[in-house]
């Protein structure tokens, strides 16, 4: 069964460090997204990605994001600075053109 | 404001008793809405989803959800809890009209089983 995929499963960085997190999402899929998980909080939507291009962000998303697709199968979410808030478990999830999502293992980021 | 409320953080139940899970949402028209389960370590995995048409669903693991428009709920139900069955619960929903399809969810519940 496809899967959703996800690299690292822990990162560990220091506060100002710039990291990259990666998602291989399900091959025939069209909507990428990124969400993420402060450890006791609710997971909270990041951004949404559809045709090569950001469609939605929440005002988590600042400038410090970035989202790319730089070929035709990884999805990549980029931390230009790290801080020590932005330590969560981060989710890719893609869709096809259905409202069901698929949800990645998550990649534990820890900013020290 | 547009919420998903999980009123209960944390529920333990016997195993094999029933069990249910309360969400209830707030938006202008009704949306999409979902129950996902995560267990330790794990993803999300979808346990059911409502878009329209009968509002009782029925998803994986035995579990089932009742739409309720009139009390915008979407409660979650198993009949007979396995221990198996411990994770934390997440209710999300989708608005209609959002092209992008985010997801919004609640604050979760944690679900133990007692033997």
């Known amino acids: 069964e496809p899967e959703v995929t996800q690299t690292p499963s822990h990162q560990v960085t220091q506060m100002g460090q710039e990291v990259i997190l990666r998602c291989v999402p399900i091959?025939?899929?069209?909507?990428f997204y990124w969400y993420r998980q402060i450890l006791g909080q609710k997971v909270e939507f990041l951004v949404s990605f559809y045709n090569n291009e950001i469609s939605e962000k929440s005002e988590i998303f600042d400038d410090q994001f970035s989202v790319e697709r730089p070929d035709g199968s990884n999805f990549t979410l980029k931390i230009r600075s790290t801080k020590l808030e932005d330590s969560a478990m981060y989710f890719c999830?893609?869709?096809?053109?259905?409202?069901?999502?698929?949800f990645g293992p998550g990649t534990r980021l820890t900013v020290l | 404001a547009q919420s998903v409320t999980q009123p209960d953080i944390h529920i333990t139940v016997s195993e094999g008793a029933s069990l249910e899970l309360r969400c209830n949402y707030s938006y202008g028209a009704t949306p999409y809405l979902f129950w996902y389960v995560q267990s330790p370590g794990q993803g999300l995995q979808l346990l059911l989803k409502y878009f329209s048409g009968d509002t009782l669903v029925q998803g994986i693991k035995g579990f089932e959800a009742e739409f309720k428009r009139s009390q915008s709920s979407f409660n979650l139900r198993k009949p007979s809890v396995h221990w198996s069955d411990a994770a934390e619960y997440f209710c999300?929903?989708?608005?209609?009209?959002?092209?992008?399809?985010?997801?919004?969810f609640g604050q979760g519940t944690e679900l133990s089983v007692k033997p």
């Open positions: 999300a929903v989708t608005p209609i009209y959002n092209q992008g399809g985010k997801l919004i």
């Open positions: 091959s025939n899929h069209l909507y």
């Open positions: 999830a893609s869709k096809a053109n259905t409202n069901e999502q698929f």
